[in-house]
């Protein structure tokens, strides 16, 4: 052999051995990682206090106040490096009476269904709102009637879930507009008041709610708006085609409160070489008022803590820092979002690195990414970590919510969002079906090792953008 | 270009071309199944009348009857060449009473305890069975124990399902041989009778009964053997623990009835090709009694139905004759499985691929292949089809219990299992919560759509031992 390819392969050799003996001690403190979850994990015993004894947790309620000061007292237990609150204003909604509704039919047969108020939805008057119904598919359908045939009536938004989508996600993110601006568009049109078929591939008795918005439509246009059951919409459809005559009947006492003071839940392990770059894990404190949230989102909310805890828990001390939000207010505002990366951003908390967990505690199946090509391929070479774990799932688009806002102040950020299983999801989503027993300790451990391999592999290979890189700082 | 490199770039540009026509083709077809099965599918309204109108189908119960004469009616409706009937005979054993069971502490302190008869053993005394305990962790620890520990004794085998494997089937297959062989082995040493550990992930109250066999002890030789729920399994090690003298009653009328006659339904799709060559799909018609076996497997037999009314639907015409067969008596005897290959094998009929579903309605994850390399690298090259579909896990292992027999007596058959995720399954195996609520319609739908999917590309793409290597038979 030649000097100089002699040279080239010892290089080759030491390179190779060194990459070898790194993905070997990865697999081992991701193997620790899971083993810890599952045998020793915090997270579902967390869970059932936060959606059994807290229960829902609405912006502005007693539960969200509750959850504040619990989740807070866990992780000054959990022993991280520093835990505070973070004030931030949130809109208040409360849903008042039980909604009441049914279709009156000819000879005023009556047939209740059940509904519930959209969140941020005005009420009904006292009396309640009668008054005909015009089914559309959509927003577009609704604006092609017209005022003339919207004008005085409730309008009845029916376009289900596309079922053939394989990704439920998609299929809420073909539904949602009608919930969200339906009411809107109708009052705009001279509507009485809105009717949402619920948005869920089951077809079932439980309404979905959700939030809506009036844009800036002034508060004397504003119409009353709620969601129906599925079988109740399939119902009021069928009914309307045997009698466009009918008439809808709702009652609803739900009230806008205004804003009060509410937190994020904040914890921190600080980096060992990188303090001042953050890495944050996620997902929302806050839920609806129906069930007690324990997919949407309490089990984002104790995968994050969990993430903390099993990196003390294996020994591993992060080179960034590691920092848990809880947020609070995505449900109906995002104020928890918003305020965290206004306030990073104001103290030059330079962040790198965001994950969030709100898509349910569902077994882990991988996460989508929202970063560039350097990063998505550095991830894409950790797969062969991941599948003893059956993670497989790696795709580039959304992340979180909560963690969207970061993007517009942090040059170069990762963004992540956990990709569980999602079939059942929407099944649950917004409805008084979110509760305990629909969560499995297994599938939700499973997703918090998952995030915290991630956390740990961010931490040692993410590619920063070139502006960032520095040499670490020895504390 | 020489006339050599053009005729190999021309060749090379045909087979391509074909290749991606032929690929596109097939992307087409599965694109259906899949639409087909989660828009229109019938497999959930199926498993509803199984699960809620029949209920258990214990070989040689009522339930299994009329689970016969049901399935064998829809199939007859869903327009398939042949439906016919497999007479089999079948252990038929029954429960009796509901057991009864308690922890005898000091001063006569009695804990009830939730505990089943294991499928297939001896009832207790009518006044049921008193005796101190001893506990082991498995068979090895029993023998290690020896005769003067553990004679007249009831031994209660207490190993748990580890918690650190990411598939539930490797911690199941890891403490099964308690259950199995437990009374067996505790017999020989003269213990009096044996209480195991239900096989479960969940720590409930819920007993998962399951077959045993005393292999050949004497009829006199044989002890009552049940399961116990895990938190009565908890307590009962905690109060040995407390005091290694306390005593456990039970009391089981369970009895074995001898052999009674059954059948496999078996419905047949004839193959426009091959008619002469055989694929089969199925799971097994029988279930424990406890629950109302949707899981186990009443998933599996709607979704093997439905394989056949899918390709009706898509108007799929398959080369092979491809058969569907819900196999009596898998819980405890296998009866069916051995029934059906040792027919098949008596006429001659030449099976080249089986496909088993036994391993619950769950999101379906890949499948599991017991076949040769030239089978599995062109399952592999199947991969980019089903990506879309979140269907990724293609290993090599063991397929079903129902199929296996035909492995014996088909040299070169293919054969595969469904492998849906894993995480909650043990959660409702074999207990009184394996019911139809349980079970998620898209879950199951998307099983079906993926092994249709798959026998789909079997009749197309089979590589056939060479010996079977024959001109298609045009009709």
Redesign the interface.
């Known amino acids: 052999m030649n000097k100089v390819l002699k040279n080239i392969f010892t290089v080759a050799v030491v390179v190779g051995t060194s990459a070898f003996a790194k993905a070997q001690n990865d697999s081992i403190t991701v193997r620790k990682i ?2 810890e979850a ?2 020793k994990g915090q997270s579902y015993q967390w869970l059932d206090y936060l959606s059994n004894d807290i229960g829902s947790r609405l912006s502005g309620s007693l539960g969200a106040e509750r959850a504040v000061t619990w989740t807070k007292a866990e992780l000054e237990k959990a022993g991280l490096d520093k835990v505070w609150l973070q004030p931030v204003m949130v809109p208040k909604w409360v849903r008042g009476e039980a909604e009441r509704a049914h279709i009156e039919g000819e000879n005023a047969r009556i047939t209740s269904v059940p509904i519930c108020a959209l969140g941020g939805s005005v009420a009904t008057k006292s009396v309640g709102l009668r008054a005909n119904v015009v089914e559309v598919m959509g927003i577009e359908e609704l604006k092609a009637l017209g005022e003339e045939n919207v004008k005085g009536k409730i309008v009845f938004y029916n376009r289900p879930m596309n ?2 989508l ?3 996600f998609q299929a809420y993110g073909g539904c949602v507009d009608q919930r969200y601006a339906g009411a809107m568009e109708a009052a705009k049109l001279g509507a009485v008041g809105v009717i949402v078929r619920s948005v869920t ?2 077809i079932d008795d439980y309404p979905h709610t959700g939030s809506m918005s009036y844009g800036d439509l002034p508060i004397s246009k504003r119409i009353p708006a709620a969601a129906i059951s599925t079988k109740g919409a399939n119902l009021l459809s069928t009914s309307l085609k045997l009698n466009p005559e009918l008439k809808f009947f709702y009652k609803m006492s739900c009230k806008n409160m205004g804003e009060v003071e509410s937190y994020n839940v904040i914890g921190e392990i600080t980096g060992s070489e990188f303090p001042n770059k953050y890495m944050v894990v996620g997902g929302h404190l806050d839920s609806w008022d129906l069930g007690d949230g324990s997919h949407d989102d309490g089990a984002g909310v104790v995968q994050s803590m969990e993430v903390l805890r099993l990196m003390k828990a294996v020994g591993y001390k992060p080179k960034h820092s590691i920092r848990v939000v809880l947020f609070m207010n995505e449900e109906n505002g995002l104020r928890g979002g918003r305020k965290y990366a206004e306030e990073a951003k104001a103290k030059g908390e330079q962040h790198i690195f965001a994950l969030e967990s709100d898509s349910g505690g569902f ?1 882990p ?1 991988g996460f989508s990414f929202d970063t560039d090509d350097r990063n998505y391929n550095e991830v894409l070479s950790w797969k062969s970590l991941f599948e ?3 993670i ?2 790696f795709t580039r688009g959304g992340s979180g919510a909560d963690i969207g806002p970061l993007k517009a102040t942090n040059d170069g950020i990762v963004l992540a969002g956990l990709r569980p ?1 999602s ?2 999801y929407f ?1 649950h989503h917004h409805a008084a079906i979110d509760t305990f027993d629909a969560v ?4 939700l451990e ?1 997703g918090a090792a998952t995030m915290t391999s991630l956390v740990y592999l961010m931490d040692n290979y993410i590619q920063k953008p070139a502006k960032l890189i520095q040499a670490p700082i020895k504390q």
């Open positions: 899971y083993t599952l045998t079922d053939e394989i990704r439920t591939h089951s077994t199946r003893p774990y059956l497989h799932d299983d079939q059942r099944d499995n300790k297994r599938e499973l």
